[in-house]
Nanobody, 121 residues
Framework: QVQLVESGGGLVQAGGSLRLSCAAS????????MGWYRQTPGKQRELVATITQGGTTNYADSVKGRFTISRDNAKNMVYLQMNSLKPEDTAVYYC???????????????WGQGTQVTVSS
């Protein structure tokens, strides 16, 4: 299977910044849209940001203007720069990738295991 591994989570004070990274590995022909999602206990997983293979981005209203998603296609990586963090940003953040493994395969959706982000007051 293709593997996605997140890193960069941690504890930060309100107003601070964190940079999350996600590395894709395995047999990969092409990575199409990638995204970041987050989840807290008792809530559904929600979209934070997405980015297409060509670099078109989309953000949830709650993070617009504070978070920036980017990618490095040569390294098969996607990043999430998180600035002006608020306590309500506290969640487990998951990396998602729409990936085609071979030229003749369909796209498949993959998830990382998640990284904890905690924002204190």
């Amino acid at each position: 299977q293709v593997q996605l591994v997140e890193s960069g989570g941690g504890l930060v004070q309100a107003g601070g910044s964190l940079r999350l990274s996600c590395a894709a590995s395995g047999s990969i022909f092409r990575i199409n849209t990638m995204g970041w999602y987050r989840q807290t206990p008792g809530k559904q997983r929600e979209l934070v940001a997405t980015i297409t293979q060509g670099g078109t981005t989309n953000y949830a209203d709650s993070v617009k203007g504070r978070f920036t998603i980017s990618r490095d296609n040569a390294k098969n990586m996607v990043y999430l720069q998180m600035n002006s963090l608020k306590p309500e940003d506290t969640a487990v953040y998951y990396c998602n990738g729409e990936i085609r493994r071979t030229a003749w395969s369909n796209n498949q959706n993959y998830w990382g295991q998640g990284t904890q982000v905690t924002v204190s007051s």
